[in-house]
């Protein structure tokens, strides 16, 4: 009895490991250098951040669902090249309509293809990964074009004293917080993750649901293409490249299961802080730039293993008993 | 509700005549039975007997071949479990459908959420609580509506799952095996919540093994036997005795090879034996012998333990107390390799997704377990010209009907050939203890002759063999030894001479043993 317990209490501790692990990260790089904990670094970090975090909020209703969307990067990438060769000069609001469009038309594909025919979806984006790097390639014949001065201007504007480009990802938090804890939309994606078959039977709309996941998916992917756009002034042939798997990492950090059902909103956008922090704190300390990518390797391998450990301890807790388990009654 | 003013000779639900086959074999052989509105209508069965295909019916889960039923008079055919629970069906499963990572009230109310406004599709949260409390209440589960529904309790979640059933206003509720999982204190709940759904006009078709509690909760009973309905009346007209009758009655056919004469005397060490092999919530204090030459037959209802403990004697899932030994060697708990190198092994119960690899051939199927003894010793190289004989001996031996056992995949095998090639890949291994867990599961008559025939030449070899079987006439035509579980215990244990379907069966159901 007592061990049980002992594991209910771990079990609830590895729940707040996303945060624990950010703040320990932090302290870190506050002993190892000054210039971390000053408001215009800790700044940077959340405006460093922004695009992942539009990015990573979609890959997590996904996720949920159990299922993945490898074809992210391909969406930022394609909804950069349109904006930039379509819209150049149109008002700001007509190109966040446009990328996020591009993005919404590109998921939903995705989605006909998941639920209509059945294909599994690490297959049907990892397709339409390379489809939409693709065609992006094609209309911009493969070079490099700059973003409006106006979207640039995005990139570097605040309002209220806050950078642009957070109050973006602030309204995709607020969109994501909205489906998944105002609306049924959110039971209905936790459900289907955690029980396919059961949420069937208990007539969860699954095929809209699913579908729904991936049209967010690519839209929040559209407009964090756009974003990246207006922070980096161009889009080039590897926009957008091996985005996909920092936004799975950055949810995966953040405490949302790959086999779905577990996982919140806030999750994500911890994991795409920690992932910037780490970033931002290697510059910082002048580390090797050859080390980046190693050491965010070795946070995602942590959080991984420690979301293991978490799924192993979920399981040990659920496990079906014959026995009830009371003391023994003759 | 009002159902006294509608009380009238209508019953709540009438069946009548289902019929039910897979694939070649029926299940179903015409059942018929009524139950009134407020009335309780215990089901017991045998397994195999037909309870869960019919209660799988009226649920809309599966559909009948032929037959109708009706409910309060009017014609109920439900295309599926939604349209069931429209109607007013309220179907509790053994295995729950209760999602973890949602909380007690998002469960109870999922995609029925009350909204803010007709427009909008927001959440009315403050109205979800309300509803979610009164159901709650009206069964006592006693807990805040937004916990998690994994920090449940077994029995919490049952009485999540009933007050799922009366918030879809059920007419009928099916409770199929409820008390399972839960503590005495637990059961006693659950039966008094019983009366009172019953006395508020609800039906309840209450399926368990549970012999006493149906005698003590029924106001009518229905018996069922391989498919058919063998008694259906009220309760005052049946005693426990009469009840097992009616549940067995049933003579061993000629199915089974001749009795292997008398029993060779025993040699001292055991091959496998178990001491007090507990692990909480699945076994309790387990202690087992199986000698040279032996077949023992493990009998158990569903959710009694007896798949569960075969996992954990090959390996598969732990144990907590106890020890396994292996020809007097004493082996450590999970440790899957040294029980096949101490000559282990298992069949599992579930051959599709655990035993075969169904798009690849009976060859490769048959050789996995044994590739290394077919290997060369210094680079590992697989010896094809030594395997593939073997292979072909192997299939003549088992009668493999098999156009050609290295292209046609396993999938295309009937039954009781795929269930071959799982035997022949633990034979191929040379095992001395075979564990098997419901050897003839979807195998038919024919071949199922064959499986048993081959499993008495073993033992003839001087193989051991520890049999896992729901069905008691297959462990009495073919074991030296039966022993009962019941709740994660052994609660009794026959030798040949005792031998007796309705003892067993008694033992089975958590009766004192009466020999």
């Known amino acids: 009895m007592k061990t049980e317990s002992i594991v209910q209490i771990l079990n609830r501790v590895l729940r707040w490991s996303p945060l624990l692990f950010l703040c320990v990260v932090a302290i870190v790089f506050t002993i190892l250098t000054r210039r971390f904990f000053t408001i215009s670094n800790i700044q940077a970090i959340f405006v460093q951040s922004s695009w992942l975090a539009l990015v990573a909020l979609g890959m997590n209703f996904v996720l949920l669902t159990a299922g993945v969307d490898l074809s992210v990067g391909a969406i930022m990438y394609l909804a950069a090249v349109t904006v930039s060769l379509a819209v150049p000069t149109a008002p700001v609001w007509v190109v966040v309509l446009v990328a996020m469009l591009v993005g919404a038309v590109f998921g939903s594909a995705n989605g006909l293809f998941i639920v209509r025919l059945g294909i599994p979806p690490f297959i049907a984006t990892l397709a339409t990964a390379f489809i939409g790097r693709g065609l992006g390639l094609f209309f911009s014949a493969a070079q490099a074009l700059d973003a409006g001065a106006r979207l640039a201007a995005v990139g570097r504007g605040s309002w209220l004293g806050i950078p642009v480009v957070i109050w973006f990802a602030a309204a995709g938090l607020l969109v994501s917080l909205t489906l998944m804890r105002a609306l049924e939309f959110g039971s209905f994606v936790q459900a289907i993750g955690a029980d396919h078959e059961g949420a069937r039977r208990a007539g969860v709309p699954i095929t809209r649901v699913t579908w729904s996941v991936y049209v967010l998916a690519g839209a929040f992917a559209g407009i964090g293409g756009l974003i990246s756009l207006a922070q980096t002034a161009s889009v080039s042939p590897a926009f957008g490249l091996n985005a996909e798997f920092l936004a799975i990492s950055a949810a995966v950090l953040g405490g949302t299961s790959l086999f779905g059902g577990r996982g919140n909103v806030w999750g994500p956008i911890v994991g795409v802080v920690l992932i910037t922090t780490v970033q931002d704190g290697m510059a910082l300390i002048?580390?090797?730039?050859?080390?980046?990518?190693?050491?965010?390797?070795?946070?995602?391998?942590i959080a991984v293993a420690l979301d293991s450990l978490r799924s192993s301890l979920t399981a040990r807790v659920e496990r079906k008993r014959i026995r009830a388990l009371e003391p023994a009654s003759a | 509700m009002s159902m006294n003013s509608t009380m009238t000779n209508t019953p709540r639900l009438r069946v009548d005549g289902l019929t039910k086959s897979f694939s070649t074999v029926r299940v179903l052989h015409g059942v018929s039975f009524e139950i009134g509105a407020g009335e309780v209508l215990g089901i017991v069965g045998e397994n195999g007997s037909g309870k869960s295909t019919t209660m799988n019916i009226i649920a809309g889960v599966l559909a009948p071949d032929e037959g109708a039923m009706a409910l309060d008079g009017h014609k109920f055919a439900p295309a599926d479990r939604r349209a069931a629970e429209k109607a007013g069906i309220a179907f509790i499963q053994q295995e729950l459908t209760i999602f973890?990572?949602?909380?007690?009230?998002?469960?109870?109310?999922?995609g029925r959420a009350p909204r803010v406004s007709g427009a909008l599709p927001f959440i009315y949260r403050k109205q979800r609580r309300r509803q979610a409390m009164e159901f709650m209440q009206a069964v006592g589960l006693d807990v805040n509506t937004g916990t998690p529904a994994s920090r449940l309790s077994p029995g919490e979640r049952q009485l999540l799952e009933i007050a799922r059933g009366l918030s879809i206003d059920a007419r009928v509720m099916i409770l199929d095996e409820p008390t399972t999982s839960l503590t005495s204190k637990e059961t006693e709940r659950l039966f008094a919540l019983t009366r009172r759904l019953k006395?508020?006009?609800?039906?309840?078709?209450?399926?368990?093994?549970?012999?006493?509690?149906?005698?003590?909760?029924?106001?009518k009973l229905l018996v069922m036997r391989d498919g058919r309905v063998t008694f259906h009346g009220p309760r005052?007209?049946?005693?426990?005795?009469?009840?097992?009758?009616?549940?067995?009655?049933?003579?061993?056919?000629?199915?089974?090879?001749p009795s292997r004469g008398t029993v060779s005397k025993r040699e001292e060490t055991p091959v496998l034996e178990l001491r007090g092999v507990s692990e909480p919530g699945i076994v309790e204090g387990i202690n087992l012998k199986v000698t040279v030459s032996e077949i023992v037959g493990i009998f158990g209802l569903m959710g009694s333990g007896r798949s569960e403990l075969a996992r954990i004697v090959f390996g598969l899932d732990p144990h907590r107390q106890g020890q396994i030994r292996v020809n007097g060697a004493s082996l450590i708990s999970g440790d899957l390799s040294a029980r096949l190198r101490s000559g282990m092994a298992f069949l599992t119960e579930d051959r599709r997704h655990e035993g075969l690899m169904m798009d690849a051939s009976a060859s490769e199927n048959m050789s996995l377990a044994a590739l290394r003894s077919f290997s060369s010793s210094i680079y590992g190289r697989l010896q094809t010209a030594r395997l593939k004989p073997a292979l072909k001996a192997m299939a003549g031996q088992l009668r493999l009907k098999c156009d050609n056992i290295e292209i046609a995949p396993v999938r295309s095998l009937s039954g009781g050939n795929q269930q071959k090639v799982v035997i022949g890949r633990w034979l191929l291994c040379q095992p001395k203890l075979l564990i098997l867990d419901e050897p003839t599961r979807g195998v038919d008559v024919g071949a199922r002759e064959e499986i048993y025939a081959m499993l008495a030449k073993l033992v003839a070899q001087g193989k051991s063999i520890l049999v896992i079987s729901s069905e008691i006439e297959e462990l009495i035509g073919l074991c030296d030894r039966i022993v009962v579980m019941h709740r994660g215990c052994i609660v009794s244990e026959f030798s040949r001479m005792e031998f007796d379907q309705k003892t067993i069966l008694s033992a089975a159901f958590g009766r004192a043993k009466a020999v």
Do not use: C, K, W
């Open chain 1, 286 to 301: 002048n580390a090797n730039p050859y080390a980046y990518p190693v050491t965010t390797g070795i946070v995602i391998f």
């Open chain 2, 100 to 110: 973890p990572n949602l909380s007690v009230e998002e469960n109870l109310l999922l």
């Open chain 2, 199 to 219: 006395a508020s006009g609800i039906a309840i078709l209450y399926v368990s093994h549970v012999l006493n509690d149906v005698l003590q909760l029924s106001d």
């Open chain 2, 236 to 257: 005052a007209d049946m005693s426990p005795e009469r009840l097992i009758v009616a549940m067995v009655g049933r003579s061993i056919d000629a199915l089974f090879p």
